[in-house]
Nanobody
Framework: QVQLVESGGGLVQTGGALRLSCAASGLAFSSVTMGWFRQAPGKEREFVAAMSYIGGRFEYVDSVKGRFTISRDNAMNTLYLQMNSLKPEDTAVYYC?????????????????WGQGTQVTVSS
């Protein structure tokens, strides 16, 4: 049974930082592409970042480039999202997702497994 459990969300002021974690179990973590998505109230789920299990392959949505960093620790079966210089528009529920694929996709339909989400709120 695949489980993805996010943690690290919370309330932070504009300009602050948070690091999200996603602990994975029940899958071959070193063989999956992992991604972060977010969903704000009243909006569709949005791609944020993804990282292939093939080294050096990652992608970010333009709005977070230079502020967010995705990383993974295959030994710990954990995915991270370091979020710096946070803005109110980053407020959303953040989800991690996994897919048995080598190429990165920004489409939510490309991921088979999802976590329950963690709330990130950035106050102005």
């Amino acid at each position: 049974q695949v489980q993805l459990v996010e943690s690290g969300g919370g309330l932070v002021q504009t300009g602050g930082a948070l690091r999200l974690s996603c602990a994975a179990s029940g899958l071959a973590f070193s063989s999956v592409t992992m991604g972060w998505f977010r969903q704000a109230p009243g909006k569709e789920r949005e791609f944020v970042a993804a990282m292939s299990y093939i080294g050096g392959r990652f992608e970010y949505v333009d709005s977070v480039k230079g502020r967010f960093t995705i990383s993974r620790d295959n030994a710990m079966n954990t995915l991270y999202l370091q979020m710096n210089s946070l803005k109110p528009e980053d407020t959303a529920v953040y989800y991690c997702a996994a897919a048995y694929r080598s190429t990165i996709t920004t489409l939510s339909t490309g991921y088979s497994y999802w976590g329950q989400g963690t709330q990130v709120t950035v106050s102005s």
